[in-house]
């Protein structure tokens, strides 16, 4: 059976600040998408991480399908009039058009999608962030798809040896999607070359050389490339496949403890590691630190298992509790140097004004 998993997540209000939705606003959202789209969806799986409210779903309607998009779409709009009424804050912040045209991407939502034959078994990880953009999944999938070091399967399991073929995005180029084709391992040193790079060239997918499947989707959503402005940070969700021709479970989660520092922490300004936290995980210490959740799932003929909590483990406890050491090494530092983003990522309007009119009091001395 073909079918497609779809996710369209969205920042549409939280409770005290960016911290997480509230009860009532993911119980709006999922009604909406239960009741609107009894005959679009399979299945259906509503979460959330941080602040951000995500839909995961299964269909037979093929990726970019203006009806699921329209139904995520209308489920936000829904749920953001809740988040109106209790008053929460950022109510509809993702919200960037005022009126759905064709599919939701580059409207301010996120989206990963993925089409496929479904295999006799159908295992696959929905990993989602907040507090940070689409290229903090650069390094861990880098790894986990192109790495020995990390992938064992790319040296033991005969289905995986003629490697994976990175599409990797351009999101400085807004006009329409620019992407490369890059196979690993040939030309493993451009990968890394353009990965190194997470605020402009991003994995977008990721598709197994000896069967042509697809493994991966990540939403590649820059919210400051659609308004032009700082609207809050990215918050980039991931679909990936795994065993069989793609790497295992444990092979796709292995990158996640290096904590690596990713941009986004507080008001999406600063440098943070990126923590691997339980589902339904709320944010705290800085507005963050970034966190990344995983639900992993087998499918049936559409239908979803219960997830199982990847991070909810006691390996977890003791990343996490490395990750916070990282996190509070670098907070030392306040704004200084790279604790802080590169003004062409700060996006707020105010420091741009202050340094404009200090730039004028800058006197050149003969
Ligand atoms: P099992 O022997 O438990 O199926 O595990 C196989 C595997 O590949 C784990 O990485
Ligand atoms: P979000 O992008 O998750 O809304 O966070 C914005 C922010 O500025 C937190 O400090
Ligand atoms: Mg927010
Ligand atoms: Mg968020």
């Not at 990215?234 to 990158?255: C, H, I, K, S």
Request: glycine residues 10%; contains cysteine; proline residues 5%.
């Amino acid at each position: 059976m073909k079918i497609t998993l779809s996710v369209l997540k969205a920042d549409i209000g939280s409770i005290g600040g960016h911290i997480t939705p509230s009860q009532a606003l993911v119980n709006e959202v999922k009604n909406f998408v239960q009741e609107n789209g009894k005959n679009l969806i399979i299945d259906l799986y509503i979460s959330f991480t941080g602040d951000d409210i995500a839909i995961l779903c299964t269909h037979e309607r093929g990726i970019l399908d203006e009806k699921i998009h329209k139904l995520a779409w209308d489920a936000f709009i829904a749920g953001t009039a809740v988040a109106k009424k209790q008053g929460l804050y950022g109510a509809g912040q993702d919200l960037l058009k005022d009126a759905f045209s064709g599919n939701i991407k580059g409207m301010g939502p996120a989206v990963a999608e993925i089409e496929f034959e479904e295999r006799p078994n159908e295992p696959f990880i929905f990993f989602a962030a907040d507090k940070t953009d689409p290229g903090a999944y650069n390094l861990p999938f880098y790894l986990a798809f192109a790495d020995p070091m990390y992938c064992a399967g790319l040296i033991l399991s005969p289905k995986m040896s003629d490697g994976y073929t990175f599409h990797i995005i351009d999101v400085e180029y807004t006009e329409k999607d620019k992407i490369i084709e890059l196979n690993a391992p040939e030309e493993l040193y451009d990968i890394a070359a353009l990965l190194r790079d997470n605020e402009r060239y991003v994995i977008e997918s990721i598709y197994s050389r000896s069967t042509g499947n697809q493994a991966l989707s990540i939403s590649t959503t820059r919210l400051h490339n659609i308004a032009g402005k700082y609207t809050g940070k990215d918050d980039p969700v991931a679909l990936v496949r795994v065993q069989g021709e793609f790497p295992a479970t444990g092979e796709v989660l292995g990158p996640f403890q290096i904590g690596h520092y990713v941009a986004g922490f507080m008001r999406g300004s600063h440098i943070g590691p990126l923590m691997p936290c339980k589902l339904n995980s709320t944010i705290s210490f800085f507005d963050g630190p970034p966190v990344v959740t995983g639900a992993a799932f087998s499918v049936r003929e559409g239908k979803f298992t219960e997830p199982a909590d990847v991070f909810d483990h006691p390996y977890w406890d003791y990343i996490r509790t490395q990750v916070s050491e990282k996190a509070t090494a670098i907070r030392r530092q306040g704004f200084s140097g790279a604790a802080m983003l590169p003004y062409s990522e700060l996006e707020y309007g105010g420091i741009v004004e202050k340094l404009e009119k200090l730039n004028k009091k800058f006197k050149v001395k003969d």
